[in-house]
T-cell receptor, first 120, second 112 residues
Framework: EPEVTQTPSHQVTQMGQEVILRCVPI?????FYWYRQILGQKVEFLVS????????KSEIFDDQFSVERPDGSNFTLKIRSTKLEDSAMYFC??????????????????FGPGTRLTVL | AQKITQTQPGMFVQEKEAVTLDCTYD???????LFWYKQPSSGEMIFLIY??????QNATEGRYSLNFQKARKSANLVISASQLGDSAMYFC?????????FGAGTRLTVKP
């Protein structure tokens, strides 16, 4: 069964460094997402991406963050200058569709296994 | 604004028994989708079940069913015949217009 993959599974970085988290969405999916989950807390939406551009972003997704689909398979999240509070699990997800009203099973988002980012 | 509430931080159930995990939501969107995800200790998010707001029937997927009460704005997950492998965090999520929002989660522990 097709699945979303993410690399690396764990990334340790120094504060102020740039990190790139990588994802390969399910091949026939058109919509891609990044979420984060700070340890023990709820899953928070960061950004959605369709047709090579951002379709929505949250207030968390500030100028330090960027996303890119550099080729036909990868979807990346870049954090330019990491802060201690960026330490979290980062999930990539993808879906076939993203109906305007979110009321179709095609909107179901399938998540990757996550990348645990630790900022020291 | 959309809001998802899971009021049970932790639940215990005996193996082979059924358990209901509560989820209520608040939205003004006329159409929306409700989702449940399972997060085992290994950390991945596993999709379990989907319910559309206009679906006439409650969704079922194997041992999972969704008790959808639209007027009460509740979408409770029912797990029948609990297994030890069901021990995990369970998140309710909703998407209408805009991004998907998650509840705080319920930690389910299945006792042998």
């Amino acid at each position: 069964e097709p699945e979303v993959t993410q690399t690396p599974s764990h990334q340790v970085t120094q504060m102020g460094q740039e990190v790139i988290l990588r994802c390969v969405p399910i091949s026939n999916h058109l919509y891609f997402y990044w979420y984060r989950q700070i340890l023990g807390q709820k899953v928070e939406f960061l950004v959605s991406f369709y047709n090579n551009e951002i379709s929505e972003k949250s207030e968390i997704f500030d100028d330090q963050f960027s996303v890119e689909r550099p080729d036909g398979s990868n979807f990346t999240l870049k954090i330019r200058s990491t802060k201690l509070e960026d330490s979290a699990m980062y999930f990539c997800a993808s879906s076939v569709g993203q109906g305007v009203w979110g009321s179709s099973v095609a909107d179901t988002q399938y998540f990757g296994p996550g990348t645990r980012l630790t900022v020291l | 604004a959309q809001k998802i509430t899971q009021t049970q931080p932790g639940m215990f159930v005996q193996e082979k028994e059924a358990v209901t995990l509560d989820c209520t939501y608040d939205t003004s969107d006329p159409s929306y989708g409700l989702f449940w995800y399972k997060q085992p200790s290994s950390g991945e998010m596993i999709f379990l079940i989907y319910q559309g707001s206009y679906d006439q029937q409650n969704a079922t997927e194997g041992r999972y069913s969704l008790n959808f009460q639209k007027a009460r704005k509740s979408a409770n997950l029912v797990i029948s015949a609990s297994q030890l492998g069901d021990s995990a965090m369970y998140f309710c999520a909703m998407r209408g217009v805009g991004d998907m929002r998650f509840g705080a989660g319920t930690r389910l522990t299945v006792k042998p």
